[in-house]
């Protein structure tokens, strides 16, 4: 019975986040994981830092999973803000060896890490064409973009929060889907930045 519950709970999952891994660009085949250029952990000093952003992946989507279960539970949007502010924190350093891992993604990814100074005045309109759809950053390799996503998504719920802090219907379901969206692209960082 124990397994039949947990096996519908995964599809029920799986079907609410069916449609956001569509629309994520969160897909990359095998072939092209394969051929991404990594920069090569050639020291114990490096090989700490990426054993670090391991743990801090991990935690990111443990946190995010969190964040998804407060909205659900109709928890306020100073405490929802405050976890999205927490996954913000969580990606810098996992982006940090985005970074060293991807150099082709290295100037894509410091300018979108900008985007943190201008989360009290950006509107959401803005912060999707800039960040979400790059319009304010430098042409990069589809790989950049998975790591851009762990930093981008809990800024939107932040500027979410900020405009909407009675968290309407349509708040709260956006929120579901910007972070349900982040948490696809966490298997692929892990494949891009970790292996």
Known sequence: ????????????????????????????TDKQLLSVERSIIDSDEVRKKIEKSAVLLARYEIEAKKLVKLNEIDADAAVISS????????????????????????????LSLTLEGQLADITHARLESDYHHDGAL???PAECYHAKDLFVHPATVIVLTRDDPELGDETKKAIRAEISEVLAHTELVRQLVLY
Do not use: G, W
């Not at 397994?3 to 897909?27: G, K, R």
């Open 1 to 28: 019975m124990r397994q039949l519950v947990h096996l519908a709970f995964s599809i029920i999952v799986i079907c609410l986040l069916a449609p956001h891994l569509a629309n994520a660009s969160s897909t990359m």
């Open 83 to 110: 976890k999205a502010e927490q996954l913000m924190d969580l990606s810098k350093t996992v982006i940090d060896s985005a970074r060293f891992r991807l150099p082709q993604c290295d100037a894509y990814l410091a």
């Open 138 to 140: 430098p042409q990069a």
